[in-house]
């Protein structure tokens, strides 16, 4: 009965392999261009110039590597999560924050191979739009995650209660929203800032969140205790 909603995570699935395809087809594209002993960006520093450089395995193969690394696991996470229905319930959101991470992966890799070409561009502007945007796109679907064990805000008292779940995700969205737009914002004006601005309301944030499930946690009629852990789907 769960083989129809597996299907539906196949155009996704197709979708993040040709991001990964064109990641490593870039590398081997850039490997040819450069000589055997070139030193490659692997590191930026809070102005958005290079700082760190490593070889061309590490600085054309790492992030295609990584890339593909998270295609494997995500689709892994629905096939061990024992609210497996809830995930599958969940994919909205679940393919839109993937889609958008290996994207922004991929734009990160575009930069790196353009800074190994000579062609040097801020990397602390790109990391601040890209995060913010990221930011926006969880921020957005975050209300439409179901409860589960891998996926969207998990804390003790959100596992243990469905209405903390919910309001808690739906207050975080809010929260991750603001804190993109900021983001992209502080990469626009300054960008040095951005990195501090994005911790800064993620750390807050994440206080906020906390704080609230636990509040609602504690006045839900049905909550469970939260040490309980169900493994059926919901």
Do not use: C
């Amino acid at each position: 009965m769960t083989e129809q909603p597996k299907r539906k995570f196949e155009p996704t699935l197709i979708i993040s392999i040709l991001i990964v395809a064109v990641m490593f087809v870039l590398s081997a594209w850039a490997w040819m261009q450069l000589p055997a002993g070139a030193q490659i960006p692997v590191h930026w520093g809070p102005s958005g110039e290079p700082d760190g450089y490593g070889g061309k395995l590490m600085g054309l193969m790492l992030m295609p590597t990584i890339a593909a690394g998270l295609v494997i696991l995500f689709e892994i996470i629905p096939r061990v999560e024992p609210r497996r229905e809830n995930i599958l319930r969940s994919r909205q959101a679940y393919n839109a924050v993937r889609v958008g991470l290996l994207l922004f992966l991929l734009g990160m890799h575009v930069v790196a191979v353009m800074a190994a070409l000579g062609k040097t561009l801020n990397m602390s502007l790109f990391v601040a739009v890209g995060m913010g945007l990221l930011m926006v796109v969880i921020g957005g679907y975050l209300g439409k995650v179901r409860s589960n064990y891998m996926f969207g805000i998990r804390t003790p008292w959100t596992l243990a209660s469905d209405l903390s779940w919910e309001k808690s995700h739906r207050l975080g969205g809010r929260l991750f929203i603001i804190s993109g737009l900021l983001t992209i914002l502080s990469g626009i004006v300054a960008p040095t800032w951005s990195v501090w601005v994005l911790l800064f309301t993620i750390l807050g944030s994440t206080v906020i969140v906390m704080g609230y499930s636990y509040q609602v946690w504690k006045h839900d009629p049905d909550a469970r205790e939260p040490r309980e852990r169900t493994t059926n789907g919901g």
